[in-house]
């Protein structure tokens, strides 16, 4: 018998090493969790009689080999789509149409532009709807699309600025967009077509009276509704006693009940072969451009615009990719503007150490660890993304090195055991 709890011990050192030796070979394995072997001693059994009651034990087994989900260290690394999981979960990945549960964030794009780790598997997650808002619920692969970004027409302008209240009329009358005399004060802002075009929207103030200013417009210099004149849009703006607006009017551009102006027939126009303004084959924003100037006050200080937004951009191409802790992808164009593309969904398991070991720092569902629970980063209990960073392994490497002592030594204990075994009986041999 005894060499059977000495060959147990031996099996169950062995065991021991083998774990040891695969934490230490990936001490350097991006998203590796360690594992340790778990033993337990062994008894004989009577079908009849139970277990001795001071019976000896039979040796070792080998009860499992458990992965330690401890959290490892988080380096940063600078690459746009390095991800590491701060706190619980897993990425979820796609093998051919199978999901495989990592912890390792290495992620890159394939020609296609799918999110990919080093193996091909594509990254899931939840994609966005038209309007940009994350479609949650729905797992799908990741894409980063580098397709250009479609122009937007300029629909709204809005404008914070001050007149000021002490200046004098115009020396020249009437208004000359080429005479700095025949007005007060001037600014221009680039408003865009539906090809994306760009084009410069001017407007001129010139003070016509106590509390009352006139406004010219121009778009690339010429009538907006009529690229071959040069005569402005004009408007009347009307202050209180206390310099805020009183009401706003005008025969070119047509006025709300709010007191917006709207450029309802704007005609976008460039230069054509023979050098003069004519239509470039694009069209305003469907509802025309709203111009919001409610804001406007007429105060004794220096005119000036303090705010001014316009919602319209051209054409363009994807120049950087950001993710923040709650997994969204935005992209950034050359346009300068932003977009969320997607969104990283992460799983979580009741019982981790259930799940099945798959290779390349992967694991998959097993009736042990139960079904997985999906949802996004920082929700639920999930853990939180840092962008631009890989965890570590989790191996401890001092204590694996002293492990593998403890597995040294109890090997040569339990060979110890066999070779006492076989002296005696080696004695027992030769007395009979």
Do not use: C
């Not at 360690?34 to 059994?45: K, L, M, P, Q, W």
């Not at 600078?78 to 701060?86: E, K, P, T």
């Not at 989790?394 to 204990?413: C, G, P, R």
């Not at 009986?425 to 009979?432: N, P, R, Y």
Request: aromatic residues 8%.
């Amino acid at each position: 018998m005894s060499f059977n709890v000495g060959l147990s011990g031996l099996n169950a050192a062995n065991t021991a090493l083998n774990v040891t030796g695969n934490n230490i070979a990936n001490v350097a394995t991006t998203g590796f969790k360690s594992s340790r072997a778990e033993f337990g001693d062994v008894y004989a059994n009577s079908l009849f009689l139970g277990s001795a009651k001071n019976g000896a034990g039979t040796g070792v087994t080998t009860e499992q080999v458990s992965q330690q989900f401890t959290q490892g260290t988080i380096t940063s690394t600078g690459a746009s789509l390095d991800m590491a999981i701060n706190g619980n979960g897993f990425f979820i990945t796609s093998d051919n149409g199978n999901k495989v549960y990592t912890r390792a964030g290495a992620f890159g794009t394939d020609n296609a532009g799918n999110i990919v780790d080093a193996n091909g598997a594509k990254l899931m997650g939840y994609s966005v709807d038209a309007d940009g808002k994350v479609v949650a619920g729905v797992l799908t692969t990741l894409k980063v699309d580098t397709s250009a970004l479609a122009p937007k027409a300029t629909d709204t302008l809005s404008e914070t600025l001050n007149l000021n209240s002490t200046s004098s009329t115009p020396s020249v009358s009437p208004f000359d967009a080429a005479d700095t005399n025949s007005y007060n004060y001037t600014f221009s802002t680039d408003i865009f077509d539906s090809q994306g075009n760009s084009h410069t929207l001017t407007q001129y103030f010139a003070k016509t009276d106590t509390n009352e200013w006139s406004m010219y417009v121009t778009v690339d210099g010429v009538n907006p509704g009529n690229p071959a004149s040069t005569v402005p849009y004009s408007a009347t703006l009307s202050f209180n006693s206390d310099g805020s607006l009183a009401s706003s009017t005008s025969s070119d551009l047509t006025v709300d009940t709010t007191g917006k102006f709207t450029m309802s027939d704007w005609v976008p126009a460039a230069k054509n072969a023979a050098g003069d303004m004519a239509s470039n084959g694009s069209v305003a924003a469907t509802a025309g451009v709203t111009i919001n100037m409610t804001q406007t006050t007429s105060y004794n200080t220096s005119s000036a615009t303090t705010a001014k937004t316009q919602n319209g951009y051209a054409t363009g191409s994807l120049s950087s990719l950001t993710i923040d802790n709650e997994g969204n992808l935005f992209g950034t164009y050359s346009n300068g503007q932003s977009k969320t593309i997607g969104q990283v969904a992460l799983a979580n398991f009741a019982n981790v150490q259930g799940l099945t070991p798959n290779g390349n720092t992967g694991w998959r569902e097993s009736a042990a660890s139960g079904v997985p629970v999906v949802g996004a980063p920082a929700s639920g209990t999930m853990g939180t993304l840092t962008a631009g960073a890989l965890e570590d392994s989790n191996v401890d490497l001092t204590a694996e090195l002293v492990n593998l002592i403890k597995a040294q030594s109890n090997y040569q204990a339990n060979a110890k055991t066999i070779s006492t075994e076989s002296t005696i009986m080696q004695t027992i041999i030769q007395m009979t």
